[in-house]
């Protein structure tokens, strides 16, 4: 099973930033939280991961609280192409991934 | 940018017939990967694979499955003995080798679509 739990839909404004939270308050200390996409019809997309520290790139950021129980995906801008599921995922390194049911992210114009 | 790719994009088939999903991972990726997503339900892991041989499997990855890594670059998933209920979107992805800071983020490919009728 999953070990993170997610909103199961969120609207968020073209042009705004969308804030994806996942809570994971089991988390040990060796795992990573993943976050991956699925737009429609398509493959799993890896977005970001991170440990401890926030993390950025030229996706997204990813905001892990110091007691690392949530974490929250953030889309600076997001755009109609930004729409699909969200996976929260917390992983050893290495290993499977488990997909929960995610969030579906629906960008409105 | 370099991406995984499967064939075919779409499969269909008899029940009871065998059928072959190939993928070709990235080309210095080293663990390799197959999952499946059911219409309208959650992607489930089939199968990891490194080092030419299975390094865990799913109990969904029965004996009607098979991987095989039979040249440098393809990746295959091979179903012996179709059901109706292995219709789904298979999904292969493959990483890189881990180590360092971990990491090993997975790429997944655009999935075949299998039809067994």
């Known amino acids: 099973d999953a070990k993170t739990t997610q909103p199961p839909s969120m609207d968020c404004a073209e042009g705004r930033a969308a804030n994806l939270p996942c809570n994971h308050s089991t988390i040990s200390g060796n795992e990573y939280v993943y976050w991956y996409r699925q737009i429609h019809s398509q493959g799993p997309q890896y977005i970001i991961h991170g440990l401890k520290n926030n993390e950025t790139n030229e996706m997204a950021s990813l905001i892990i609280t110091e007691d690392r129980k949530s974490s929250t995906l953030i889309l600076p801008h997001a755009t109609l192409r930004d729409t699909a599921v969200y996976y929260c995922i917390v992983r050893v390194a290495g290993d499977k991934i488990i997909f929960g049911k995610g969030t579906r992210l629906h960008i409105l114009p | 940018e370099p991406e995984v790719t499967q064939t075919p994009s779409h499969q269909v088939t008899q029940m009871g017939q065998e059928v072959i999903l190939r993928c070709v991972p990235i080309s210095n990726h080293l663990y390799f990967y197959w999952y499946r997503q059911i219409l309208g339900q959650k992607v489930e892991f089939l199968v990891s694979?490194?080092?030419?041989?299975?390094?865990?499997k799913s109990e969904i990855f029965d004996d009607q499955f098979s991987v095989e890594r039979p040249d440098g670059s393809n990746f295959t998933l091979k179903i012996r003995s179709t059901k109706l209920e292995d219709s789904a979107m298979y999904f292969c992805?493959?990483?890189?080798?881990?180590?360092?800071?971990?990491?090993?983020?997975?790429?997944f490919g655009p999935g075949t679509r299998l039809t067994v009728l």
């Open positions: 694979f490194y080092n030419n041989e299975i390094s865990e």
């Open positions: 992805a493959s990483s890189p080798s881990f180590g360092l800071a971990g990491g090993n983020e997975q790429f």
